[in-house]
């Protein structure tokens, strides 16, 4: 799905940077848009929806996630668009609708496997409460049919390749993903979504399970509970449970205006909409780049949580993940094409620019071609399925190894340059020769899926 995505937006904007934001930053909107309807559905008035809406802006995790192009805002969107549609659905059920479910969950699989997890928790959610009743209509099923048939392709093609994405998503838990407790998971979860939206999802999440008014909607507050059980479990990113969370706040959004409504009181609101919209202000350099990054250092070391935000080991002390990956790549594509470009015609026809992972071979592919450079070769996830490229490492530029693994498959190793950025990643850029095998035969040894 995010190829697809990927190859929409670049034939309408080209391969620019504002182009490849453009679907995520119309994914975050539309998921605002999506919330203030949620509202709406649950009862909600006015200020509810408007509430609900303004929760999504000031969460922190919603502008991080629209900010940079990825499967993730979409998925949110996706998410929440279900939401919408079920709600609709056991308003006024209709086979059009379960059909345009069905089809929403075959697109939602093919964009992220979260969808499996809802699902799961949407159907554990039935079981327990008064809407199992919905499982005796013969159109949920038909509904699940149809999504599981405009899966099935993929699943035939990891059948086919040994499964690669389990094999990703178990090797991120166990080597990439940061080990968190429950309060720490707890703890990103609160700063991530502004920790002053907390009153709105937490009674959010009990009025659907416990109000009178609510029994209809009542196995969507389960769901919300179930989906984060299943997570927290797993070891997952926080950001995974991200999705369910519009629901949750326009949820709490209704509460809001009820009890405002209920004791004719106003302060309920002016309190609520006030300190999450100024602490989400404070928040927010935090998650979009809004400052000069010299600038966001001294904000962040002020306001002392990014690092409480961390998403994988390893990460620097100087910026959050999702900054590092905005830096270094012009640089780092042509620090290679200095190394490359100096090499003899010959050596230059036959070598083989070697990434340690997806970053530095991305940034060879888009930025390489005007110094000439040939795309990439990587080991890391779908890379390592394109394969050597009919290189046979008689010479290779290895970009973001250290020489001690390159001197497993090579007699000579030569560091040829190293370049260093305060804000992103380090990358060491050798050459190789004298390979000790063929590249094809090595190939399965730089097999990395994380």
């Known amino acids: 799905m995010v190829a697809l995505l990927t190859l929409i937006s670049t034939s309408i904007f080209g391969e620019t940077m504002a182009g490849l934001r453009f679907l995520s930053g119309l994914a975050g909107a539309v998921i605002v848009l999506l919330s203030a309807q949620i509202a709406k559905l649950l009862g909600g008035g006015k200020f509810s929806q408007a509430l609900a809406a303004l929760s999504i802006c000031f969460a922190p995790a919603f502008p991080a996630l629209s900010s940079f192009f990825s499967m993730n805002p979409v998925d949110i969107m996706l998410c929440t668009l279900f939401i919408v549609l079920f709600l609709k659905v056991v308003e006024y059920p209709s086979p059009i609708k379960w059909i ?36 005796r209509s013969p159109w949920i099923y038909i ?127 002016y309190a609520v909409v006030s300190t999450m919209i100024i602490s989400g202000a404070l928040l927010m350099p935090l998650a979009t780049p809004l400052l000069p990054v010299e600038q966001f250092v001294r904000y962040s070391k002020t306001l002392g949580l990014w690092n409480l ?60 071609s005007q110094h000439g450079l040939p795309n990439a070769i990587c080991g890391r996830n779908s890379y390592w399925m394109w394969g050597t490229r009919n290189y046979s490492g008689e010479v290779v530029h290895a970009v973001g190894f250290n020489a001690s693994y390159l001197g497993k498959f090579f007699d000579s190793v030569e560091q040829v340059a190293y370049l260093k950025n305060q804000y992103a990643y380090d990358a060491a850029i050798f050459l190789c020769k004298k390979p000790k095998s063929s590249l094809g035969e090595m190939w399965p040894h730089f097999k990395s899926f994380i």
């Open 309 to 368: 935000i961390r998403l994988e080991k390893g990460e620097g002390d100087t910026l959050p993940l999702h900054f590092v990956y905005r830096f270094g790549w012009e640089e780092l594509s042509d620090s290679i094409s200095k190394v490359y470009n100096a090499l003899p015609q010959r050596e230059k026809e036959r070598c083989a620019i070697l990434a340690s992972w997806y970053g530095p071979a991305g940034a060879v592919d888009h930025f390489g």
């Open 100 to 135: 345009v479910l069905g089809v929403l969950l075959g697109i939602r699989l093919l964009n992220k496997y979260t969808f499996l997890v809802l699902g799961f928790s949407l159907l554990v959610s039935l079981l327990i409460t008064k809407q199992r009743s919905l499982l």
């Open 143 to 269: 509904s699940g049919i149809i999504g599981l048939l405009m899966f099935l392709p993929h699943i035939l093609w990891q059948i086919r390749y040994d499964w690669p994405t389990l094999e990703f998503m178990h090797n991120g838990m166990e080597h990439k993903n940061l080990h968190l407790s429950l309060v720490g998971f707890f703890t990103q979860l609160l700063i991530g979504l502004n920790p002053f939206t907390m009153p709105l999802w937490l009674s959010g999440v009990l009025y659907l399970i416990f109000s009178k008014e609510m029994k209809k909607y009542q196995f969507l507050g389960w769901t919300a509970v179930v989906f984060l059980i299943v997570y927290l479990i797993q070891n997952s990113k926080v950001y995974y449970v991200v999705p369910i969370f519009p629901l949750l706040l326009s949820s709490g959004a209704v509460v809001i205006e009820k009890f405002s409504q209920k004791h004719m009181i106003q302060w309920p609101k």
